[in-house]
């Protein structure tokens, strides 16, 4: 499944305690018991995962509203 | 939700009644929505309002009697709209812009009419216009030939009556002129027809008494309502002709509708009777015609001629148009949603009852600030506050509300109620209390300075041990329809009430005397607003006289609150301000926090506060802290009662909104100054994890999306403990994000000479995780 919350561009981001570059990884979301597959940048190492804030307060919450109505 | 309680709530609403004009036409011109297309230069649609209702627009735009007019509610405002004359200037412009075309009925019946007068073409018009077969048979030479007869061509021009009997034919009814119909011909009729209207005067009837029965008058025995005869294929007009109503040309049409509307449930095998609607007289749609002011009639320049286009869209505009709205024009919310009561309730009710599916209306349902407002406008006190209450409460008991809505101000709520803040204390050197001064947690998160002066005050003033009690009124549970944890805070706060020994509680915030009264009523408690003005203000204290007049401002929990706020208004005055009303407590509106608005839906909230402030240039003085903060955070400039009772800043009206994160800074030192100088208790500050530095618009931006300093100072503190955050290589910043309740909060931010520099802050619900 392609993610639902698009490429933010973190090509400038390190994980400061691994000293990588962020990944754009497969990821797990959940809302709500809800959970489901996306794609993030992460540190590929530590597993910290992004999220900027274009995608919370934009794809983010509108999925999370979505969830919240049903 | 009750479903009876629900039509109950529904039927007090009385926005969907029609207008009086409409009541009153036999045909029901909506003559509203006519004149409202006219206002607006559009004939054409307006054309169709009419034609919609009227089945020979050019006849009658000439000779309705227009009973609409004896009605209309502009007549209490200049006179009535010449709705008569409208009529007619839109038949002279929009006439062939009329489109008919009747409908395919799936087993068309052939119907015969006798008499081709206004009730029998009228009838005709409608069964041919529902797909049947339709022959009229006249006596006479012409159809119509009563109308040619009465009216001069002046009045009526016979070109008229032969654009509306030839767009009838157009249709398929066919008339046959010159043909009697005597009582075998009538048999006739009956047995090659599946339904005969006896459409005469009263003339012939007599003749017909071998096949229907007739009445004491002489003429056929119709019933009242369905026009009915002793013979079930036929049908009969005529009431109004003679026996019961004067003849009128706008009856006989409704005679004939009536008629036909028999015909046609007949044909169907559908009940005389059931729901018919015709039956309606009369409206209770309320109008305020006050607020109108009066203007009289526009009169044609060629009265002969009648309105020209521009006359008819001058005169259109005259219209009001009648509607009840008073509820609607006066809130926000309602206006947000483009909706009013009666469409709300149902929608809510709906939105309550979905099992499995979306559920459109949820932020609507909580976006109501519950201020009765809308109860004190309505002719029928409607409280949508109540009907949103309890759909709210219905929606979170069973776990269908989306709990983001109010999480933040149930967790500012459980920080007010937490150890960190909450206390009672007997007064120190006292056993017992008499009174138990109860601030509120709003004011104490707003002017903590004042409320210790004002309790110095009261113990003063007061014998027999003034307590104090610093919790909150549970007021975000009860709004926010979490039953049961509102019961269980109450609770609590009269556990501690008899503790106390059951003392008079005095409290500085409406919503806690509202609540109180409402859910603790057997405790007593008054407001600090009454009891200073029965103990009097602390003298001695240097109080400059406010600048300029000030504009009250009662909060909407406050709005039967008639004691307090005339104490409020005497202190005010007794300290020098010149205190003006904004149109009276009773309809006061709420300033944008009520029902926890300013949480579930902000631009709602903002737009009650932006609504208020606007009303007057002077400064507000308000007696809620919140409604005081509201005001200054939406750049009004606002004091709060206090602020004339203790003054500590030059100028209290600039004083910014403390914020969210200052109210709790603000409750967090109330407690421990209180505790440390009266109760002498040692009471250790805390120490921050981090300092921070903020800048003025990322401080906005913090409260705005409603995310607290402390949690980021936590975020950035685990941040740099445990080395887990993003470093921006081209800027050199740092990301950090913590889970906190339920939102992740993410702080952008970079370490400075004076504490770490804040750049962004945000958050999100939703949990992600990478796979391990
Ligand atoms: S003001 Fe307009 S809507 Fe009201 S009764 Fe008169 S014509 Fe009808
Ligand atoms: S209670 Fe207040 S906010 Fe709610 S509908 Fe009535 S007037 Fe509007
Ligand atoms: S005031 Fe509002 S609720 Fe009351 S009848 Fe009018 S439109 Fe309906
Ligand atoms: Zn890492």
Redesign the pocket.
Known sequence: MSTPFGDPDASDLVCARCDRPLEMLKVEASYLGQTFPVELPACPTCGFVYVSEEIAAGRMLKVEQALEDK | MDGDKIKAWEA????EQPPACAAACPLRVDARAMAEKMAAGDFVAAMAVYARAVPFPAILAHICEHPCEAVCRRAEAGGAVRIGALERALVEEAYPSIRRAAQRARKPKTIAVVGAGLAGLTAAFDLVMKGHAVTVFEADAQPLDRLHRDYLPAVLPPSAIAADVGALMKLGVDIRCRQRIDPPSLDALIAGHDAVLMAVGPGPAAAFSGTLLLNAAGRIDVDRQTRATSHPKVFAGGLHDGTEEAWSAIGSAADGRRAAGSIDRFLQGASLTASRGDERAGTCL?VNVESHTAVPPVEAADPAAGYGHAEATAEAARCFPCH?????RACPYLAHYNT???RAVREIYNNDSIVMGNRKSNRMIDSCTLCGL?TE????D?AMGEVCLEARQSMVERGHMPASHHDFALRDMAFSRSDEVAFARHQPGHERSAVLFFPGCQLAASAPGQVAAVYRHLTERIGGGVGFMLDCCAAPAHWSGRTALHGEAVHRIRTVWEEFGRPRLVTACSTCLKLFGEFLPDVPTSSLWTELERIGLPDGAKRPAPKGPLAIHDPCTARHAVDVQAAVRSIATSLGAEVRELGGAEKTTCCGYGGLVSFAHPEVGNAFADRRITESDDDYLAYCAMCRDNFARRGKRALHLMDLIFPDADDPAARPDPGFSGRRDNRLRLRRRLLRELWGESMSDPVPPVTLVIADAVRADIERKLLLVDDIAEVIAEAERTGRKLKDRTTGRLTASGRIGTVTTWVEYEAGAAGFVVHRIYGHRMQVEAKP
């Open positions: 007090l609403c009385i926005e309320y009840c709205l008073e509820c609607v009013y009561p009666k809308c406008l309505c002719p029928n409607l």
